[in-house]
């Protein structure tokens, strides 16, 4: 990669490795980005003048020449001496920007709007995404009282605005109807003269069966376009009023309509079918609860309580196979380490382990088992693996390397795939294990693609993700980020966007391309997605925790974040917040009561927390256990490895408290 430039958002330029590079002060970035504006063209530099003055002082002509100048070391700082320069050239009576097409972020949005109107919706909601995620604020931010770019910020912002609407219609067009109906709100209110903006909304909520709360829209937007603009609703808007009123069919989803009538077949033909009190019925139970728990929402809630009575109801009955099958087909890999519900994944184990001991053992031929068997011991295995995370005693990785090995001599795909996830859940029981569970990623995407097991392709894509961010591989998390994010949008997965958005933040943190203020926002942003995920072993106390480490690192003080607000994170950040209050003694004693941080994607962070709050307060014993504890973790960043925040280089870590240890550095060998 060249120089590449940014302008939506402050303006700024980025290197072939993708660090921020240097551009000294407001007037060379106001040099910049007139270039930019020009798109190419050559702009005298009486014109760079004009617009960089209103009052030129004498010696202006040769400020612009130092301007130039210093930009020019700075965009190529190995071009030899004299020999002229190649991306900011000198033609004619001023200068020129030769910057490629895909240069510049505003001209590769613009590029990516246009290309995905003539998409199918999923290819094209993806395109909308990624380019929307591209924006770091205000397009030209710090130059908006200049002429010079009022035409091209506003016409960017119609751009932007446009493309926001584009992105709903595709979710709409996908039967999304529900998802995208708070987007829409909040973008109609800020953007009241959009008629588009109001018919989208207006739609998306009687899709969403709402026809009241549509009608409602539609009459809002009506008395603001008579009271603020004095001008009648269009005829767009006028004839969905009427449509909705009569409930015209072309207004559903053709996703929807076609979906509905043969769910509805479907169930009325397996209700006549099949007894109510039929076993068969549980197994058929599982495999919808299976798919409830990806809907977001309260799906993952409602499938966890349901599956729990559904598993008990199966040993009721007291048959060993059924309810291994009833336990075994809920395959539902997971991505992060926290359970959402301890007690319901401590009864799902409990059940798992009675169920391994009972199946009886008259199923094996001379000493043999069957296949069938073995498959169903693995399916239970890889539940404990899962369901254990979080674990200390090591009954999760036996169970996860069992059912790895099974899986792996009966040669079934997707057996191995749902072992694989067990044993990705296990690898947390020490610091440093980024690599190999990057390994454990890789191998989930290989075999899922090839046997077309997307929802563990999905996975395999998310570790890979989480894991490239340990190694501060960025360019290819940002690969399988996007991967995930297409084969979430074509098969309809809406939690991976969770995942993603959180990454993206992260991503911005730790280019170190944008404000404090902006990461901050990116950060409550990708917070916001949590609301009604269903995801509570996530959500709780993860915002407070990004902003912490986020404000540690730029040396400010900590988010104003009550007891209760750090969830589960408290007894790490207490500590350091209390030092930034200067209540010494007080966080002396929270650091002495500091726990062992659990084993999950958060490990090393909170080991880093604690270690900064020990090198603080002289605490040597804290010292020497975070220093053991994150020695095997010295290639990795802090926290990255979650895919969601970050306290930096864990390697600077180890050195501060190596000096302060009076210990050697350096990076320990790897161990399994």
């Keep these: 990669?060249?120089?590449?430039?940014?302008?939506?958002?402050?303006?700024?330029?980025?290197?072939?490795?993708?660090?921020?590079?240097?551009?000294?002060?407001?007037?060379?970035?106001?040099?910049?980005?007139?270039?930019?504006?020009?798109?190419?063209?050559?702009?005298?530099?009486?014109?760079?003048?004009?617009?960089?003055?209103?009052?030129?002082?004498?010696?202006?002509?040769?400020?612009?020449?130092t301007f130039v100048a210093a930009l020019r070391r700075a965009l190529e700082p190995d071009r030899p001496p004299r020999a002229p320069a190649r991306l900011l050239v000198t033609e004619g009576p001023g200068y020129a920007l030769r910057?490629?097409?895909?240069?510049?972020?505003?001209?590769?949005?613009?590029?990516?709007?246009?290309?995905?109107?003539?998409?199918?919706?999923?290819?094209?909601?993806?395109?909308?995404?990624?380019?929307?995620?591209?924006?770091?604020?205000?397009?030209?931010?710090?130059?908006?009282?200049?002429?010079?770019?009022?035409?091209?910020?506003?016409?960017?912002?119609?751009?932007?605005?446009?493309?926001?609407?584009?992105?709903?219609?595709?979710?709409?067009?996908?039967?999304?109807?529900?998802?995208?109906?708070?987007?829409?709100?909040?973008?109609?209110?800020?953007?009241?003269?959009?008629?588009?903006?109001?018919?989208?909304?207006?739609?998306?909520?009687?899709?969403?069966?709402?026809q009241g709360d549509a009608l409602a829209v539609l009459r809002r937007a009506r008395t603001l376009l008579v009271d603020e603009l004095g001008v009648d609703p269009g005829p767009a808007l006028?004839?969905?009023?009427?449509?909705?009123?009569?409930?015209a069919d072309h207004l559903d989803s053709p996703v929807r309509g076609s979906a509905e009538r043969v769910w509805a077949e479907a169930t009325a033909a397996y209700d006549r079918a099949v007894a109510s009190g039929a076993r068969a019925r549980l197994e058929s139970t599982t495999g919808l609860l299976r798919d409830l728990a990806v809907t977001g929402g309260g799906g993952p809630r409602a499938a966890g309580e349901h599956r729990v009575a559904a598993v008990e109801a199966a040993e009721e009955l007291g048959d060993a196979e059924l309810t291994a099958r009833v336990i075994g087909a809920f395959d539902v890999p997971a991505i992060w380490t926290r359970s959402d519900d301890p007690g319901q994944a401590a009864r799902i184990v409990a059940a798992a382990g009675r169920t391994l001991a009972a199946l009886a053992p008259d199923h094996a031929t001379a000493g043999h088992p069957a296949a069938g068997h073995e498959a169903a011991r693995a399916r239970l295995l890889a539940t404990i693996a899962l369901e254990s995370r979080g674990d200390r005693s090591g009954h999760g990785r036996r169970a996860a390397r069992q059912a790895e090995e099974i899986a792996r001599r009966l040669g079934d795909p997707a057996l191995?795939?749902?072992?694989?996830?067990?044993?990705?859940?296990?690898?947390?029981?020490?610091t440093g294990l980024a690599a190999r569970r990057d390994e454990i990623g890789a191998?989930?995407?290989?075999?899922?693609?090839?046997?077309?097991?997307?929802?563990?392709?999905?996975?395999?894509?998310?570790?890979?993700?989480?894991?490239?961010?340990?190694?501060?591989?960025?360019?290819?998390?940002?690969?399988?980020?996007?991967?995930?994010?297409?084969?979430?949008?074509?098969?309809?997965?809406?939690?991976?966007?969770?995942?993603?958005?959180?990454?993206?933040?992260?991503?911005?943190?730790?280019?170190?391309?944008?404000?404090?203020?902006?990461?901050?926002?990116?950060?409550?942003?990708?917070?916001?997605?949590?609301?009604?995920?269903?995801?509570?072993?996530?959500?709780?106390?993860?915002?407070?925790?990004?902003?912490?480490?986020?404000?540690l690192r730029h040396g400010q003080p900590p988010p104003d974040v009550g007891h209760a607000g750090w969830g589960p994170y408290a007894p790490w950040a207490r500590p350091v917040v209390l030092l930034a209050r200067d209540r010494r003694a007080e966080a002396a004693e929270a650091l002495r009561a500091l726990p062992e941080p659990p084993p999950d994607l958060?490990?090393?962070?909170?080991?880093?927390?604690?270690?900064?709050?020990?090198?603080?307060?002289?605490?040597?014993?804290?010292m020497e256990r975070a220093h053991a504890a994150l020695l095997p973790a010295a290639g990795e960043l802090a926290g990255a490895g979650s895919g969601v925040l970050t306290l930096g280089p864990v390697s600077a870590h180890l050195d501060d408290l190596a000096a302060a240890l009076n210990r050697p550095t350096g990076i320990a060998p790897s161990r399994s």
């Design 99 to 210: 910057a490629g097409a895909d240069a510049v972020d505003a001209w590769r949005f613009e590029h990516a709007v246009t290309a995905a109107a003539a998409l199918p919706p999923h290819y094209g909601l993806a395109r909308l995404e990624e380019a929307l995620g591209w924006w770091r604020g205000p397009a030209y931010a710090e130059f908006a009282d200049q002429d010079w770019v009022r035409a091209e910020r506003s016409r960017l912002a119609e751009l932007r605005l446009h493309a926001a609407e584009r992105r709903a219609e595709a979710l709409l067009a996908l039967g999304r109807a529900a998802e995208v109906v708070p987007d829409l709100d909040a973008h109609a209110a800020g953007h009241p003269w959009r008629e588009d903006a109001w018919r989208l909304l207006a739609l998306a909520l009687y899709r969403s069966g709402r």
């Design 443 to 551: 191998e989930l995407v290989e075999l899922s693609a090839r046997h077309g097991l997307v929802t563990f392709e999905v996975l395999g894509r998310l570790i890979r993700m989480q894991a490239r961010s340990a190694l501060a591989d960025f360019t290819a998390a940002d690969a399988h980020a996007a991967e995930a994010e297409h084969l979430a949008v074509r098969h309809e997965r809406p939690l991976v966007g969770v995942f993603t958005t959180w990454y993206r933040a992260l991503r911005l943190d730790a280019s170190g391309r944008a404000t404090l203020e902006e990461t901050e926002a990116a950060y409550r942003q990708a917070a916001a997605r949590l609301d009604g995920a269903g995801m509570p072993g996530m959500e709780r106390g993860l915002l407070p925790l990004a902003l912490l480490c986020l404000r």
């Design 416 to 430: 191995l795939a749902f072992a694989l996830s067990g044993l990705f859940m296990q690898t947390f029981h020490r």
């Design 1 to 65: 990669m060249g120089v590449a430039f940014g302008v939506l958002g402050p303006v700024t330029a980025w290197d072939g490795s993708g660090g921020a590079i240097a551009l000294k002060g407001p007037r060379h970035r106001a040099v910049l980005a007139r270039l930019i504006v020009a798109r190419g063209r050559v702009v005298p530099v009486t014109r760079l003048v004009d617009d960089l003055w209103e009052e030129p002082p004498a010696g202006a002509v040769g400020a612009v020449r």
């Design 238 to 247: 006028r004839r969905l009023e009427t449509d909705i009123l009569r409930q």
């Design 602 to 622: 958060l490990t090393e962070a909170l080991w880093c927390l604690a270690a900064r709050a020990a090198l603080t307060l002289g605490d040597r014993t804290t």
